[in-house]
């Protein structure tokens, strides 16, 4: 053999060898998808986030993964964006370990029984409770409403992911407003600012005068009490799409948890009409009608309806694949089983036992219906199949025959309406059985 030879036969060994170690390496990197495989490095847990406010965006093109890591499921968010990429992999140990408040979001929309979930998990002694503060922007903040502004959206997310770090620096609109609603008789709907101070402004012998006699709600107070409590829970219905909740979801500092309250559209759309459209209801008296028709729903309206139903469905799609963050509960299943379903709720939220004080408001608000459309004292189970006495089988049938209401209606286990008669039928149920999932595995 001559030298040439020999130098040949070695370049291509070690040519050869080469290859193979490349081929062995490359077997090392974790491969989510097809379409990642040539990306060296993979950013979990996306974004990193400054002491003061957050960033709402979140690129589209990101995608749910569910990984393990030493035997421990997790649910991330995947990018290919070049930022995302140059950071390299978290640190999965320290990932686990980093976080230091317990956030849980009830991610619902209006006239779904909201305030009413809301308040079993505030009458917890562990929960630091804000009931909807879109609500006060809306009215306060003198900008576009929060639904018809994604700037403003932007905004109300920012804020609340501020709140769930107990940072409620420059909300000085948020905490003016708090103040208006105290001196309303209203500040039970953040039940830890009750008794701090705040009890003059609910004595008669200050009406009539300004909310600034009042002890002042300040950021400060609120970061304290808030810092006081295990959880921190957040309803709002300003939020439909839960990709806008992408940015707390993989928040390290918070141990973030969806609730995502659904209910049959059937009944949403009645408790709609009997709460915010005066003007049907006003209809309906003259032409001395009890019971709402296909006629008293506009196209507008069955479109929104059928969007809600659209909704629904893509957020539990994409909640579900989101390992241990995000639970579904329908509100026919809190209504008919209101013990066991707070019981199933607090097990799985991490709220532990229910205390005697959760039973006995339960029973207090379940029972007997009083008050107003917005009270959360209800006879439960008659409540939650009511619309069946309040509609006719054609309206019924009407919403069943939209798109994205029926599979709405299959998917969750409600039962379609499919004879005039089956309406007054006490012996049956358009419930269905408890929903079952298998969230939270």
Known sequence: MTLSAKYTTWIILLIVVGLMLCIMSLEKTPVAYPQFRRFKSYHVAVDHFSPT????????????????????KEHVLLTKTSSDLNTGVLDWKKQMTSKTY????????????????????????RVFYMFEPGRLLDKYGNRPNIQNSYEQLHRY????TSMYHCRFENMEVYLNALMKLSYENQIDQIPELAGLGLDVCNTKKHAGRSHNGCSPITSELMTK???NKEFIVIKTIRIS????????????????????????????????????????????????????????????????????????????????QMVSKYMTVRYEDISMM?????????????LGEVSEHVVNWLNEHTRESR??????????????????RDMTYMLAKRIQELEKCGKFLDRFGYIKVKRPQDLTNASLSFSGKKYQHNEYN
């Open 53 to 72: 406010l957050h960033n709402v965006a979140v690129p589209m093109h990101r995608i749910f993964l569910n990984k393990k890591h030493n035997g421990i």
């Open 338 to 350: 209101p013990l066991m379903s707070t019981r199933e709720i607090y097990d799985k939220l991490g």
């Open 225 to 227: 009490i808030c810092k």
């Open 241 to 320: 799409d839960i990709m806008n909740l992408t940015q707390l979801v993989n928040d390290n500092e918070v141990d973030f948890k969806i609730i995502h309250l659904i209910r049959d559209p059937r009944g949403m759309i009645l408790s709609k009409l009997k709460a915010w459209f005066i003007d049907v209801k006003t209809k309906m008296k003259v032409e001395h009608r009890h019971v709402f028709d296909v006629q008293d729903l506009s196209p507008g309206m069955y479109s929104a309806l059928d969007h809600w139903c659209k909704v629904w469905i893509k957020d539990a799609s994409i909640g579900q």
């Open 157 to 160: 997310v920012n804020m609340i």
């Open 102 to 125: 317990k956030g849980i979001h009830i991610l619902a929309t209006g006239r779904s029984g909201s305030s009413f979930l809301g308040q079993i998990l505030a009458n917890s002694g």
């Open 371 to 388: 008050g107003d459309e917005y009270s959360v004292s209800r006879n439960s189970k008659l409540n939650a199949e009511k619309w069946r």
